[in-house]
């Protein structure tokens, strides 16, 4: 009679359960995007931004927190920088409104993309909105 090895499924069964425990809120996922996109702001071709000045850009540099003043900022020149995070239990996603990926969560930690793709998606998100 052959034996069923059981501990590769007990370690799956562990690993999920932990991917789930540590899974990251909303939250964390708008606070990375926006320190993403503070640290971007430099660098993103928007003639919205480009007409308010280097100083605007850095204090919206300086601005990490989403309920800060980043967030205020881009109101003003009428950004809404929240995006939609999906939580699927063991990984949670954040999208722009045009559906485009910007940060993968898991383990307790939010992933963001590269600066260049980070850079083209905002430019394009933001370009839709005709900014």
Request: proline letters at 5%; charged letters at 20%; one cysteine or more.
């Amino acid at each position: 009679m052959k034996k069923r090895r059981i501990w590769p499924w007990v370690f799956l069964l562990l690993l999920l359960v932990a991917m789930f425990v540590t899974c990251p809120k909303e939250d964390k996922h708008q606070e990375a995007f926006a320190t993403a996109f503070g640290n971007n702001i430099e660098n993103i071709d928007v003639p919205v931004i480009n007409k308010l000045g280097p100083a605007i850009k850095i204090i919206v540099k300086s601005a990490t927190s989403p309920d800060g003043l980043l967030n205020n900022i881009a109101q003003l020149i009428g950004i809404d920088l929240s995006i939609d995070v999906s939580n699927y239990g063991v990984v949670s996603i954040g999208r722009l409104p045009n559906g485009k990926i910007v940060s993968v969560g898991a383990f307790g930690h939010v992933f963001t993309m590269s600066d260049d793709q980070f850079k083209t998606s905002i430019e394009e998100w933001l370009h839709e909105k005709g900014l």
